[in-house]
């Protein structure tokens, strides 16, 4: 019998972020002792005030409802809020605000609503492992841009205007980047506007998820350009910034046409996201700010130590991540070489290797369009990062 699966799912790869972390986890509850690196999640508790909200949102009980599609009018309105004050982005209404289960759902919405079969998508790469099997799924072609590890990953305006076609509808970036931890600068995102500007029918998706964790200090909008607005759709959340992962709430800030695209797709897929959720949400975005200041100084602060312990080993290359929690570093010096029994042909290997002999979760540099690379979370304890950092450098040392 042929598969009852539809080719849609069929022709769909894994998570590879997801797929790792059940691995370690089942590792792990068979008593093996696994330091987690592999998945790109707080490892702090969603602070004590939006705890609070939740609890205060169910004694009220007026959440248990249906909410409207596009998220609550108030949680709509803080966050367009939000983008006029913070991220300059003065054209946004609360009409341009979509708020959806999670950024990932936010994502997928968007290239639901824009791609026809054959439409090209051009992600910038590395990229986050989700963009490409969403926009295959949605009936377009993934074409990539690649960063190298000399430019920190960023590919270029100039590479852009290149990879154009006829076809392209829209382009893609995360920054700061999910896998690399780069920040794109206000000139370089300009760049990257005035090749959008240029044509017609072409939307950017500015993911900036991250971006209460940038240790340039400087966070920059590309929908706060002139002329940008109308052309870009900017995905954020509340997952990162703020350690609610589990709670599922992100949005988008689209224009008028494209926001009411989205609300339609979501009114017949899912309905508006989780009550409660969303009351959490509006006090993670209107209320106190310092936890979320906090925990990026913590990042900030296991970067270098992550930092100063990779640079020891003798055969890791690595950018300084600007953002983000993650490092990428490139691994190739390590192929070709073996030891325990394991042959280290490429990343995907290498990850295997380090898991079973050092115990250390990572994820392929391959699931995100560079094969040469791994990417490690260092959202995790000072103490559980040093001691990964450890069992690293001792197994990587002993591949010959
Ligand atoms: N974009 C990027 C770049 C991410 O790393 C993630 C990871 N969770 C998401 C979007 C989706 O976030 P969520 O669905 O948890 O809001
Ligand atoms: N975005 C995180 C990561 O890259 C969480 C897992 C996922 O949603 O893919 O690890």
């Given amino acids: 019998m042929n598969s009852i699966l539809s080719d849609r799912i069929l022709n ?21 002792d696994i330091i987690g690196l592999s998945l790109g999640e707080p490892d702090f508790k969603t602070p004590k005030h939006i705890q609070e909200a939740a609890k205060a949102a169910i004694d009220e009980g007026k959440y248990f409802s249906y909410p409207p599609v596009a998220g609550y009018q108030d949680l709509r309105e803080a966050i367009a809020k939000k983008l006029r004050e913070e991220n300059n982005i003065s054209e946004a209404k609360a009409e341009n605000i979509v708020v959806s289960t999670g950024a990932k759902h936010s994502i997928a919405n968007t290239f639901m609503c824009l791609i026809n079969e054959g439409d090209e998508v051009v992600i910038f790469s590395p990229y986050w492992v989700s963009y490409a099997e969403i926009i295959k799924l949605a009936g377009g072609v993934p074409v990539l841009i690649e960063g190298t590890l000399e430019n920190n990953f960023k590919a270029t305006a100039e590479q852009l205007e290149a990879a154009l076609t006829d076809k392209t509808k829209a382009i893609i970036y995360s920054s700061p980047c999910n896998p690399t931890g780069s920040v794109f600068s206000q000139s370089e995102l300009e760049a990257i506007a005035e090749v959008v500007k240029k044509r017609e029918n072409l939307v950017v998706i500015a993911d900036e998820i991250y971006e209460l ?56 897929f899912t309905s508006g996201g989780t009550g409660i959720a969303q009351r959490a ?8 700010q310092q936890p979320s200041k906090d925990m990026a100084d913590a990042y900030f602060k296991r970067r270098a ?28 010096a390590f192929f070709g070489k073996s030891a325990h029994g394991h042959t280290v042909k490429d990343a995907d290997d290498l990850c295997l290797y380090l898991l079973d002999i050092a115990n250390v979760s990572l994820v392929t540099g391959a699931a995100f369009g560079a094969p040469n690379c791994v990417r490690l979370s260092y959202a995790a304890s000072e103490e559980e990062l040093v001691e990964a950092m450890k069992r690293i450098k001792k197994a990587l040392g002993e591949l010959a």
């Fill in 213 to 268: 964790i940038n240790f340039t200090g400087k966070n920059f909008s590309i929908a706060s350009l002139p002329g940008m607005f109308e052309r870009t759709i900017t995905v954020n959340g509340f997952s990162k910034g703020y350690a609610m992962t589990g709670w599922r709430v992100g949005y988008i800030c689209a224009p008028l046409a494209i926001a009411k695209a989205v609300e339609k797709i979501q009114g017949q």
């Fill in 281 to 288: 949400a509006l006090a993670g975005i209107a209320g106190d």
């Fill in 305 to 332: 130590i992550v930092l100063e312990l990779l640079q020891e080993i003798p055969g890791i290359k690595t950018h300084i991540p600007e953002g983000a929690f993650y490092f990428f570093p490139d691994v190739t």
């Fill in 12 to 32: 769909m790869e894994e998570s590879a972020t997801l797929a790792m972390a059940k691995k370690a986890r089942e590792l792990k509850s068979q008593g093996i």
